[in-house]
């Protein structure tokens, strides 16, 4: 069986995140808050919108700015994550939430043309 990280996940914004209860997902947005602990942060995507993401352990370094969240969607509606890659914003080009949003919703509007999912082969 692959793993989490093996396996294709779909790109969803927080509306979409009942939609994926217990699945794997993959996540974009930015950092609004990290809890003191450390085992938690909550981000926010291309409409404005947060969302939980809960950690296996504390992080070990600042985060803020985009990040991308690889995880599974808990029954809460939370994504606890086995891993994270902060999106740096180099050049002064910054990561254009609002528009990522838009490309989300059209890769969701034709399925048949942007699959998730991907056969596994023998």
Known sequence: MA???DASKPRINCSMLSQHI?????????V???HPTGKTFSVSDGEGKSATVELNEPLEEE????VEV???????GVI???TYNILREDKGIPFDLELYNEALKVIHD????YPFEVAASG
């Open 80 to 82: 606890t994550t086995t």
């Open 63 to 66: 985060l803020s700015g985009i």
């Open 32 to 34: 609004e808050k990290v």
């Open 70 to 76: 690889i995880g599974m969607v808990s029954s809460k």
């Open 3 to 5: 793993s989490l990280l």
């Open 110 to 113: 034709f399925p048949q043309y």
């Open 22 to 30: 217990g699945r794997g997902v993959c996540f974009v947005g930015r």
